[in-house]
Every structure is written in structure tokens, then in C-alpha cells.
């Protein structure tokens, strides 16, 4: 299947949702979480296709998108691996973590690895400060992370 026909269907997509939606008037965080989750990301042209889906100016659905670090206007990686750098993670190590992981993945936070398969973030809380260092990927939370588990956790995301 060509690339512009998946791209057709996940419009398609999104545009039902919006269609199923109640009540579009305040449905705009709810929409763009939708469409970054069929998209993987909220390229421009996404933004625009929401903001005349829901009859509101470009601008606001791009302040939203810009506003919230949850959102991300460039493509993601399959896992996204997040590092918590909050106070209690921090103080346990989490940059110790974090150096590890680009080390491993050979990416910097904020990057995304030439084959797409992994992105790298840093988040300022998860809320687990029990489990500190936490690091998650995707829906997965890892907690007391240390540098020397780095690779083992790597390990269950490797074809």
C-alpha cells in the first residue's frame, strides 16, 4: 500500500473521531492526544486538518501543541525511553542513567535514532519518586534504574 493512502486513512481516522466527538467545542487537547497517538507526531498539516475540523484558528491548536512538552511536532521514535530528572530521581542518579542511555542508543535527548526505533526524552516528574531513578518507555515504567541496568532493559526492545 502506497505511502499516501496510509496517510489518507489516518485523516480518515482522526476525522471520524472528531465527527463522533459530543461536543467540539473545549475537545481540542482531547483531539490533538488522539492525533498524535494515529499519527505518532503533530506535523503542521495535522495541526491545520484539526484546527478546520473544529473551526478554530491554526494559531491556537499550534500554541496548545508548542505549550504542553507531551506533544511533539517531530516524528518519535517506536519506544520513546524517558528519563525522569525530577529532584528525587536526580539526587539517585537519573543523569548517570541518562548518560548511559545515549551511550547505548547513541542518541542525545531529544533525538531519534536513524532507524526510528528509539527516541530519547527526560521528563521533570513521573510521580514514582519512591522508584526513583525511573525511567519509562512507552507504557512501561522501570524503577531504581541504575547505569548497569541500562542494557537489560535496552535488551526487551531488540528484535
Known sequence: ???????????????????ELPDKKGALIEVLHKAQHIFGYLPEEVQQFVAEKLNIPASKVY???????????????EYVVNICMGT??????????????EKQIGVKVGQTTADGKFTVEVLRCVGAC??????????????????????KILAEYQD
Open 1 to 19: 500500500m502506497c505511502k499516501s493512502v496510509l496517510v489518507e486513512e489516518k485523516f480518515h481516522e482522526l476525522e471520524e473521531f472528531i465527527n
Open 63 to 77: 500554541g496548545v501543541v508548542s505549550f504542553y512538552s507531551y506533544f511533539t511536532t517531530t516524528p518519535r521514535g
Open 130 to 151: 519512591g522508584l526513583a531513578p525511573v525511567v519509562t518507555i512507552n507504557d512501561r515504567v522501570y524503577g531504581h534504574v541504575t547505569p548497569n541496568d541500562v542494557k
Open 88 to 101: 528525587a530521581c536526580f539526587v539517585r542518579g537519573a543523569a548517570n542513567v541518562l548518560a548511559e542511555f
